[in-house]
């Protein structure tokens, strides 16, 4: 069985601006898959569906076996809490709270947080010595490290990434997609949104969006 | 149940990180609460002081309590007085002056003389204006009424002669002061209350005393009525002049303070309800982020219920102690004393800062909560 | 340019500012409530005051002497009046705005038809007159004793025989409300009182019939004359001067005489009294000027602590919610800077728009400032509160000191911002 199977998947806005229409996209346990297009093409729309954030209003998605026609808004969050972690653009660390903290509040949201795991995550990604800075005292590729850490802690079945170099340098960008490498080559499946050809090729498959319709590169 | 300690120690990491290392916002927010917090407890605590503060003034009218012989007797034993102070327990007696009358002869004209406690009618009386000075209860002295020293055209300093209506005693007296009220006080003279026993022969009596009580009038009738039934021998009538007069002026005092206090109290409900808004509209991303994490609504309004919480905590703290500074200020100021830390409006004041800032901040959660963990997908 | 942003700034951010405006309008109503109520509580409480009742006697210049020369009960003894037609003259005084209340007596005893004599007291209850001056005034013991408990009914004017009893009197001669008591006029002829009501006040009208003036001169034979006019006067606490003014108005210098002729002190008041009113004597009750004076005092400082504490939370509450405001705006402001706007040139923008928010919040608050110092007068005085112009330069003050406060932390951290961490959306 297929980790993710999207069939005739369509997303109409207001009941009049359609973002997505017909889209069928199968991924496998093990698969990295990255989604690119221009901007305004529906790609953030697809993430939104695919990371549980917003509900489709025509055709299937099953998630690792799940329906999520049959699910409630409640459930959405349950579902999204156990089998997702998401990487952001703009990073999204709570300001207020150190790295190590950020880590825990995701525990704290999925079930009990523990430190000494929330440590061992970081310690993966290389910034155990980091652990107790607030986020404006890291700099952009560490914050997204971190961010990274954050979206494995709870060990989620698919791992989404929305333009996760988007703001990052080259030495940053590079470190990054190394650690997308290293997760993906450990059985992590990973799907990133993108439109840099740098990080679409590292992919094991592209597909590409236009006008609300996707397509094989 | 280990579980749950770490899952409530996180809980307070999040709430109390929030507020300490977000330095400036909070700051400003719990200067929103702790006004609040000083106009509640600060203002309270005059409002509820007036009357007893603002009726000892009062007690500058004079008496507003005089208690006459009854039961067919034309005088009261002074040793009697003991029990009706006794009986006004719990309310300050400002003073009580006895007086005894008796009309005498002065150079040979019949004249009504009081024999009083000075140090008292200072105390009762304070609206006595003395040119001179008041006797001093050792030589022989007397305190003249206005129109009596302009009847026998003397000053202070000059002696007159005072002598018993039957002739069978007389002696000089200097006259140490002359005393203006505008009132009946201007045709006596007066002199000290143990002296004119001696004179009359009255040992230990008096003809009536004048006592100055901080009461409200309400509580003067009760007494009067209590002592009607316990102590027939002495009859006590409230001065209804100074008793209700007092009552209605106190009375609108009371009702400008107050509503003074609550409009005040209105201001900075919408100061603490608009800032926390501001507080929990400037995390719209944050709390998407939350959800996106997995948080439920439940999770994100928890965290500002625990986050206004401990703000309203501080604030309502920082406030009552601000606010305690204030009522002293007005009573060491306008009264002239300090006023009493009064637990209950403390407890009060903290419980209701916690309160308000409570509600001020569910209010706008209550639409924060429902913002869609999408926002954090779109670029901005 | 700059107006073009600072239009532009107010069509867009048009709620925001309308924020500012509103919040400011909150406070600086409040600051103009409070302030014209501080001003005017003195003249209120004052007037409060007068519940406690006349601080003032007038008497005939020899009639207290004449008494006690020949003996202090002899009612026979002759006896020195004023005359009822002078009272009208007491509203034409200097301070005849300040004299609130005023009513006339004229005592002495009755022989009742049982053969008992009692005290009586004429005066006026509720009485209309026309002054010299064509104004009219209603005034009398209703406006005076506001102590006084009745049980039954005032007596009116129209009904010349009706009276009140003194509560212990009543007991004595056992009457009560709508009973008649007969009596012996001076002439001999027999008349009778028709009881309105009983009356308690703690005083020596506890024991008299108190009477309408006329039915009372007739009774005495003593048509047209009073003893002695009651009066209340507003008054200004005593002084140094004042003290020195009424134990000899001739012992102060010119000026010193002018500024006391012309202070609503008692004692000018009684003086004043003294000079249109033939053959009288004006003497304050200290009992009631004294005491006011202490009171009048603590009230406005009582108030005057109250009103800086509420203008102290206004201010600091006002600039909270502008300094709010202006954070939720950096992202723009922030913006400015990146495509090169200098420091100043930010500033000078967020403080014009701030500052135009504000003044009009200003002119609105104190607007309903005014209407709302008039809600709390009714509220607790029943009155209108005067309006002080004295108030607007304060409030200026305020208001400058409140947008300023409230744009500082704003600023300050506006200065420090840099264009690229603002745009990277933190």
């Not at chain 1, 404006?136 to 850490?149: D, M, T, Y």
């Not at chain 2, 009309?103 to 040979?108: A, D, G, P, V």
């Not at chain 2, 509580?219 to 006590?236: C, G, K, V, W, Y």
């Not at chain 3, 603590?298 to 201010?315: D, F």
Request: aromatic fraction near 6%; glycine fraction near 8%; charge should be neutral.
């Amino acid at each position: 069985m297929s980790l993710l199977k999207l069939t005739d998947v369509a997303m109409v806005y207001g009941g009049r601006v359609t973002a997505l229409e017909h889209v069928n996209l199968t991924v496998e346990k093990g698969d990295w898959l990255a989604i690119m297009g221009p901007s305004g093409s529906g790609k953030t729309t697809l993430m939104n569906i695919i990371g549980c954030m917003d509900k489709h209003t025509a055709g299937q998605v099953v998630l690792d076996g799940i329906d999520l026609n049959e699910v409630t808004k409640n459930e959405l969050t349950q579902i999204r809490r156990d089998k997702i972690g998401m990487v952001f653009q703009q990073f999204h660390l709570i300001p207020y709270l150190t790295a190590v903290e950020n880590l825990m509040v995701a525990q704290y949201y999925h079930s009990i947080p523990d430190r000494k795991e929330a440590m061992a995550a970081l310690e993966r990604v290389g910034l155990a010595d980091r652990a107790d800075h607030l986020p404006s005292e890291l700099s952009g590729g560490e914050q997204q490290r971190v961010c990274i850490a954050r979206a494995l802690i709870n060990y989620p079945v698919l791992i989404l990434a929305d333009e996760p170099t988007g703001n990052l340098d080259e030495k940053n960008e590079k470190l990054v997609m190394d650690l997308f490498r290293e997760l993906n080559r450990e059985g992590h499946t990973i799907i990133t949104v993108t439109h840099s050809d740098k990080v679409g090729q590292a992919a094991k498959r592209i597909v590409i969006i236009e006008h609300g319709h996707l397509r094989d590169a | 149940m280990l579980m749950n300690l770490q899952r409530i120690k996180m809980y307070l990491t999040m709430v109390t990180n929030a507020l300490l290392r977000r330095k400036l916002r909070m700051f400003i927010a719990l200067l929103a609460v702790a006004i609040g917090a000083t106009i509640i407890s600060g203002m309270i605590t005059v409002y509820k002081e007036v009357p007893e503060q603002m009726g000892r003034e009062f007690r500058a009218y004079g008496a507003n309590l005089l208690l006459l012989p009854a039961g067919g007797s034309t005088t009261i034993q002074e040793e009697k007085l003991q029990s009706v102070y006794q009986k006004l327990q719990g309310h300050e007696i400002v003073g009580s002056a006895p007086f005894l009358y008796e009309r005498l002869k002065i150079n040979e004209s019949p004249i009504l003389v009081g024999g009083t406690d000075f140090d008292m009618v200072k105390k009762v009386s304070p609206y006595w204006q003395i040119n001179g000075a008041m006797p001093s209860g050792s030589g022989k002295e007397l305190l003249l009424g206005y129109e009596l020293a302009e009847k026998f055209q003397v000053k202070p300093g000059e002696r007159i002669i005072l002598a018993l209506g039957d002739g069978s005693w007389e002696s000089p007296f200097t006259v140490s002061g002359i005393v203006r009220t505008g009132g009946k006080e201007e045709q006596f003279a007066y002199m000290d209350l143990k002296q004119m026993q001696e004179i009359v022969s009255k040992p230990g009596v008096i003809s009536m005393a004048q006592v100055s009580v901080v009461a409200s009038a309400a509580e003067l009738d009760a007494f009067t009525r209590q002592m009607a039934a316990e102590e027939p021998s002495i009859h006590p009538q409230t001065v209804k002049q100074i008793a209700s007069s007092e009552q209605t002026v106190l009375g609108k005092l009371q009702a400008l303070v107050l509503l003074v206090t609550v409009v005040v109290l209105l201001l900075t409900l919408v100061c603490v309800g608009t800032t926390m808004t501001e507080v929990v509209s400037e995390r719209r991303r944050e709390i998407g982020l939350k959800k996106a994490l997995g948080a439920d609504n439940r999770n994100i309004a928890a965290e500002f219920f625990g986050e206004s919480c401990m703000l309203g905590l501080l604030g309502g703290i920082l406030g009552t102690v601000c606010g305690y500074l204030f009522a002293q200020a007005v009573g060491t100021n306008v009264f002239g004393r300090s006023l009493q830390v009064s637990v209950p409006i403390a407890v009060m004041s903290v419980v209701l800062s916690i309160a308000v800032t409570a509600i001020a901040t569910m209010l706008p959660v209550r639409t924060a909560v429902k913002v869609e963990p999408a926002i954090v997908m779109r670029g901005e | 340019m700059f107006w073009q942003m600072v239009k532009g700034a107010v069509l867009r951010q048009g709620r925001q500012l309308l924020f500012v405006a509103l919040t400011v309008a909150l406070g600086v109503s409040l600051a103009t409530a409070m302030l014209n109520v501080m001003f005017d509580v003195g003249d209120k409480v004052n007037q409060e005051l007068k519940a406690f009742g006349a601080n003032i006697t007038v008497t005939s210049k020899n009639a207290s002497i004449l008494k006690d020369i020949y003996g202090l009960d002899n009612a026979s003894a002759p006896k020195e009046y004023l005359a009822e037609s002078d009272i009208g003259k007491l509203k034409t005084i200097f301070w005849t705005n300040n004299i609130v209340a005023f009513s006339p007596h004229l005592a002495g005893n009755l022989k009742l038809d049982g053969g008992s004599e009692v005290a009586v007291s004429g005066t006026w209850f509720d009485h209309y007159m026309k002054l010299p001056t064509g104004e009219e005034f209603s005034t009398g013991e209703q406006y005076l004793k506001s102590w006084w408990q009745v049980e039954g009914a005032w007596p009116k004017e129209t009904e010349p025989d009706s009276v009140l009893v003194g509560k212990t009197l009543a007991q004595k001669l056992n009457v009560k409300p709508g009973d008649s008591i007969s009596y012996v006029k001076k002439d001999g002829t027999k008349a009778v009182f028709r009881i309105a009501g009983l009356v308690s006040g703690g005083g020596e009208e506890d024991d008299q019939i108190v009477a309408q003036l006329p039915a009372v001169q007739q009774a005495l034979g003593l048509e047209g004359k009073i003893d002695s006019v009651n009066v209340s006067a507003m008054t200004t606490p005593e002084n140094e001067l004042a003290r020195r003014a009424a134990a000899n108005p001739k012992s102060l210098s010119l000026k010193e005489y002018e500024i006391w002729y012309c202070t609503s002190y008692v004692s000018s008041i009684a003086f004043q009294i003294e000079e249109v009113i033939a053959n009288s004597v004006a003497r304050p009750v200290r009992q009631i000027a004294e005491s006011e004076g202490r009171i009048l005092d603590k009230t406005q400082l009582l108030m005057l602590l109250i009103t800086v504490l509420s203008l102290l939370s206004a201010t600091m509450g006002v600039s909270n919610l502008v300094s709010a405001n202006i954070m939720e705006r950096s992202k723009e402001l922030g913006l400015l800077k990146a495509i090169g706007a200098t420091d100043r040139s930010v500033v000078i923008l967020v403080l014009t728009e701030i500052f135009m928010a504000g003044l009009i919040g200003g002119v609105a608050g104190y607007v309903a400032g005014l209407g709302f110092a008039q809600i709390i007068g009714h509220a607790v005085f029943g009155s209108s509160i005067a309006i002080n112009m004295l108030v607007i330069p304060i409030l200026i003050v305020l208001l400058i000191l409140m947008l300023l406060l409230g744009s500082l932390p704003a600023i300050r951290s506006l200065l420090g911002l840099h264009p690229a961490i603002v745009l990277h959306g933190r």
